[in-house]
């Protein structure tokens, strides 16, 4: 059965990620673990306090020993909780619930508690969850998720936390993990903040000393209630604030959210609304908007390495950059950021002909999409403007206009093209995408407008030696965008 680790059982501390060197940081704040005994954890610290705030799922990923056990138990001492922890590679479900046994009538079946079962407990931490049964993780993840077990809610229960060892791929350095396997994304996708711990080299001499000294041992983590009155004073404000979230907030997690996903790295619906929970926790937490602040909220949210795959800086990165711009932007600027941020051509369209500022906006925001844009999305976006532009019906200037031309002519007239080559004995066009591009065209016959038009797009790329990646998705966004501007703008 599992119990409460003891607190002599335990005294190992670490680093964990801290905030980026290219980036300003914001002002040093007092390092509110280590009054508790923790060290090291400074540079992520605001993301933890905002996950404690909003009451949200947290998990720590790192190696053996660097302190995610004894960070999670130490908070639960400074908050005063009623703290369960389970091994989840060796709890049985009977440990969790207690044990069965039927009421007087015979009707229904109640759980014999025991001090080590799940009710009334206020913090749960599932150590070790990535060497958890699979049948178990099933039954965890209610716990995580909704707070209920076997259905019945839990109702004293206010924190759900975890920690693994790295998974998979992650491994590295000359240790490996058997038995730790990747969680299920459904499962990691519950946990509102993912921090990877760090290790030994990444504390600095003075907590180095801390955390080598011997002395405190297996003491009672507290700091005079400080913690604890804090988190509930923050708590108050957040839940004030929620219902009015920020802009800046909301703009920033759907722009790092979309980014995200356009470079590929998969983050769900739910956990926009997460991250803007955090964020919201964390200006509540610092009492300002800190830049810094929103890159590490932002780097403990993607729950890829939960199941072993390592999400590239850079792209984070990027994300956040463009985020954070266009959150902070106002006027003219924010509306160019919107309409550079929204990826799919129909809604861009829509960003111009509805909220465009004005025309010298428009034609700015023109030139730099044509400018920056892959070429077939270029292009794309040019074959479709273009005739509505011409015709006025779109706030773009004249030197907007003129450089949507250069674009969409070759491609309004790639028919003339082809029969250029046919009559100069030119052969077919040599290229490797032929096939494939003419599927779609050939799958489109039903419909001979949009066939017509997904051919001269696919023609254009093949002339122009233009490689179209995905090109069944573009075709499909190039006729959202025609029918959006054919029902907008009168034959």
């Known amino acids: 059965m599992a119990t409460p680790e003891s607190r002599s059982a335990r005294r190992t501390t670490s680093p964990a990620t801290s ?11 007092e390092d509110r673990f280590a009054a508790i005994g923790a060290y ?5 610290q605001t993301v933890l306090l905002s996950a404690l705030v909003t009451e949200d799922p947290l998990l720590l990923v790192g190696r053996s020993g660097t302190g995610k056990t004894f960070l999670l138990n130490s908070i639960s001492e400074a908050l005063g909780l009623e703290h369960r922890h389970y091994n989840a590679s060796l709890v049985a479900f009977d440990d969790l619930v207690g044990f069965p046994y039927p009421d007087d009538a015979r009707e229904h079946v109640r759980f014999l508690p025991t001090p080590a079962t799940v009710w009334g407990a206020e913090s749960v931490l599932v150590d070790e969850i990535s060497r958890c049964k699979p049948e178990h993780q099933n039954r965890l993840f209610s716990l995580v998720h909704e707070r209920r077990i076997q259905g019945m809610a839990l109702e004293s229960l206010r924190y759900r936390w975890a920690a693994m060892n790295p998974v998979g791929s992650d491994q590295s350095g000359g240790e490996e993990y058997t038995g730790s396997e990747p969680l299920d994304p459904a499962l990691a996708d519950r946990f509102s903040v993912i921090v990877e711990v760090g290790d030994w080299n990444a504390l600095d001499d003075v907590q180095q000393r801390l955390v080598a000294n011997p002395a405190g041992e297996g003491q009672f983590a507290a700091d005079g209630g400080r913690l604890r009155s804090d988190i509930a004073a923050w708590r108050t404000a957040f839940l004030a604030e929620l219902q009015h979230c920020p802009l800046l907030v909301v703009e920033y997690a759907r722009t790092a959210v979309t980014e995200l996903n356009r470079a590929g790295i998969r983050i769900s619906p739910r956990r926009a609304r997460l991250l803007s929970r955090t964020l919201l926790a964390a200006t509540v937490v610092r009492g300002a908007v800190e830049e810094s602040d929103f890159l590490v909220v932002l780097r403990c949210s993607i729950p890829q390495i939960a199941w072993g795959e390592r999400v590239k800086p850079e792209h984070v990165l990027a994300a956040h950059r463009l985020a954070w711009s266009t959150a902070n932007a106002t006027g003219r600027d924010r509306w160019l950021h919107q309409f550079h941020a929204e990826h799919r051509l129909a809604r861009k369209i829509a960003l111009l002909a509805e909220h465009c500022p004005d025309a010298d906006a428009g034609t700015l925001a023109v030139e730099q ?4 844009d892959s070429p077939e999305r270029a292009a794309a976006f040019a074959f479709a403007v273009y005739p509505a532009a011409l015709a006025g019906a779109l706030p773009i200037g004249g030197e907007g206009l003129a450089d949507l031309g250069k674009r969409a002519l070759p491609v309004l007239h790639v028919e003339g093209e082809l029969q250029w ?13 032929l096939g494939g591009l003419m599927a779609i065209v050939e799958s489109l016959s039903s419909d001979p407008p949009r066939a017509a038009r997904a051919q001269q797009l696919f023609y254009w790329a093949l002339l122009n030696g233009v490689k179209v990646r995905a090109p069944a998705d573009l075709e499909q966004e190039l006729e959202e965008a025609v029918r959006y501007l054919a029902a907008r703008v009168p034959a």
């Open 421 to 433: 080559r046919e009559s100069a004995n030119r052969g077919p066009l040599p290229h490797p995408e």
């Open 19 to 29: 905030a980026a060197p290219d980036l300003p940081l914001a002002p040093a704040i």
């Open 40 to 44: 090291g954890f400074a540079g992520v």
């Open 369 to 372: 999409l044509l400018g920056h």
